[in-house]
């Protein structure tokens, strides 16, 4: 069994109080269009790979409709692209764990097709980021001595 298969949808609990977390890592050192461009992404991809997370909608007090929000909260982390790269590589081998990635060819790529053809040809890809979702001791393992993206 894993962390999907437990997910309690708890939007009555400060994030901090969770037995899951949610965290992107972004390469520090990326101009700050491509750092939003990747956090965006991730979101994107773990809101699929794990759509329990998104709370449901609501209206203000006017009557205007809001989307669902994920009710995890996510925290947005800085490192150098060898540590986002660790990062990586070490959360691959976490079961329990969604990971999710932004290797470089794709923000070199226009064209989808061309980003999977060029990762299939890629050993080793670089990562400009990595997003973490899972139990929280694994995620603050992983990623608990790093700062806030500023």
């Not at 994107?44 to 209206?59: D, E, Y």
């Not at 081998?93 to 470089?104: I, R, S, W």
């Amino acid at each position: 069994m894993t962390v999907l298969d437990e997910l309690e949808r708890r939007t009555d609990l400060p994030t901090k109080e969770l037995a899951i977390k949610w965290v992107i890592v972004i390469d520090r050192d990326l101009p700050r269009g491509l750092q939003a461009n990747a956090a965006a992404c991730l979101a994107a991809s773990v809101a699929v790979a794990v759509p329990a997370i998104v709370g449901s909608g609501g209206q203000d007090a006017s009557g205007l409709p809001h989307a669902g929000l994920p009710w995890t909260g996510c925290t947005v982390l800085g490192a150098p692209a060898a540590i986002v790269g660790r990062i990586r590589k070490d959360a691959a081998g976490e079961p329990g764990l969604v990971v999710t990635d932004m290797a470089a060819i794709a923000q070199r790529t226009n064209v989808y097709d061309d980003y999977l053809a060029e990762l299939a040809r890629t050993e080793e890809p670089p990562y400009y980021a990595v997003s973490l979702f899972g139990p929280r001791p694994i995620v603050e393992r992983l990623t608990g001595r790093l700062p806030l993206l500023r």
